[in-house]
């Protein structure tokens, strides 16, 4: 009963329009002060050690390194490198599109951030080539959602902060995934240029790869200092990401002067604003934590399931059903945050490894961010591209139903995920 009060409560107050962080917020405030006797001293108490977590620190930091990442002339030269490897086949251009957003997904660790650096550079390119603009923005807006798969990726962290799961093991565990979309994205994109007979560059030879690779390499030796790093036990996710941040800030400053001194601030001041939201979410989804395990609501959730006979299969496969409804009216740090404390005790008591889950939990963050009303990346690419929101529903349709077949793959091949992080950390 108490379970259908704090659910009808918070989605009485998300249908207002109010932002979701204040929603959670008076959620339990509303609950605690009229339903309990918990001390409102415990609520505060509780706003303050919910963030006092190091892996929380990570977040600001894989942000500002992102900022920096994106005005800093980084996305530009790694377009050109992928241009000269994949350019000559069916769709170059595209493919190029879907290399570069794996390559900047694998410094930047945010999915929006992606969509912007290399849309806002390839978009225009690729419809003065001559492809239809839907196609571009198809490719840019699913291809940008790899920014959270591949490692360093903000939404795993986010996850690891609600379940203590490894945020290094969670890293890990997305390469192989996150490799395997990229190629899937791919291969759905040659075959649909192949098809219309788009538009193929000529062939760079091996000079003009190595050039293009030699001006991006500063940007792509970001992936090798961060991965390298976790990787070896040299630094731990957290000071990967303050490493990563004061790497960016010399590349886009002093190495390739695409940015000013001037330009220092407002990027700093931005990435503050973001992080500021993120931690005030974080701080809230921290408290409704706390009052669903006050209430035993996780637990009487997992009885309740284990009671009717949910086996893996059939767990995973709800689990998959809520994750994509709750990507139609939330963003995925929100989801993750709420849903993770609640579906993840349940995966444990049925031998569900957490760090799969976690990649589970990823994948459908992607996905959501892909497909209406709230699909982060499809607002990003709709600033880019001036289409409309239903417009490009459509145009991202082919790869959206690529993305729903990887993720039953990785839902149910748990190999996938698994194998890397137990080769590291056995």
Not at 48 to 65: Q, W, Y
Not at 148 to 174: C, D
Request: aromatic share 10%; proline share 5%; net charge positive.
């Amino acid at each position: 009963m108490n379970a259908a009060i704090i659910f009808v409560l918070l989605l009485a107050l998300m249908l207002t329009g109010m932002p979701i962080s204040i929603s959670l917020g008076l959620t339990v405030l509303g609950f605690l002060f009229t339903m309990t006797t918990v001390p409102i001293e415990s609520v505060a108490l509780k706003l303050f050690t919910g963030i006092e977590k190091f892996e929380i620190m990570a977040i600001p930091f894989f942000i500002l390194a992102g900022n920096f990442l994106t005005h800093g002339g980084v996305a530009r030269r790694m377009i050109n490198f992928a241009t000269s490897m994949v350019g000559h086949w069916h769709g170059g251009l595209a493919l190029a599109g879907v290399m570069a957003c794996a390559l900047f997904a694998a410094v930047s660790g945010s999915s929006p951030a992606t969509v912007v650096a290399i849309g806002s550079i390839i978009m225009p390119a690729m419809v003065k080539q001559g492809y239809p603009k839907g196609f571009g923005a198809g490719v840019v807006t699913t291809s940008g959602a790899l920014g959270i798969l591949i490692p360093p990726s903000i939404v795993m962290v986010m996850y690891s902060v609600s379940t203590n799961t490894s945020v290094g093991q969670l890293f890990m565990a997305g390469v192989i995934p996150g490799l395997l979309l990229a190629i899937l994205l791919g291969l759905t994109t040659w075959f649909l240029a192949r098809k219309h007979n788009y538009p193929r560059m000529p062939k760079a030879t091996w000079g003009e790869r190595w050039i293009a690779f030699r001006k991006s390499a500063w940007g792509l030796l970001l992936i090798v200092i961060v991965m390298g790093g976790i990787y070896s036990g040299m630094f731990t996710p957290t000071e990967a990401a303050a490493v990563a941040a004061v790497y960016a800030f010399v590349v886009a400053v002093f190495v390739y002067k695409d940015m000013t001194i001037k330009k220092v601030p407002k990027v700093l001041l931005d990435s503050a604003a973001m992080s500021a939201m993120l931690l005030y979410i974080i701080t809230n989804a921290m408290l409704f934590s706390f009052l669903m395990t006050s209430e035993n609501i996780p637990q009487a959730m997992a009885g309740w399931i284990l009671g009717k006979g949910f086996g893996v299969i059939s767990f995973l496969l709800v689990c998959n059903v809520l994750l994509l409804l709750a990507g139609n009216v939330m963003e995925p740090s929100s989801i993750v945050l709420i849903m993770a404390p609640i579906l993840f005790p349940v995966a444990m008591k049925l031998g569900i490894d957490p760090v799969h889950f976690g990649i589970i939990m990823v994948v459908n963050m992607e996905v959501g961010m892909c497909h209406p009303p709230v699909g982060l990346n499809l607002y990003v690419a709709s600033g880019i591209t001036k289409m409309g929101i239903t417009e490009l529903t459509i145009a991202v349709m082919p790869w959206l139903m690529t993305m729903l077949g990887f993720l039953l793959l990785i839902t149910y091949v748990p190999i996938l995920s698994t194998w890397l992080p137990q080769l590291i950390y056995k």
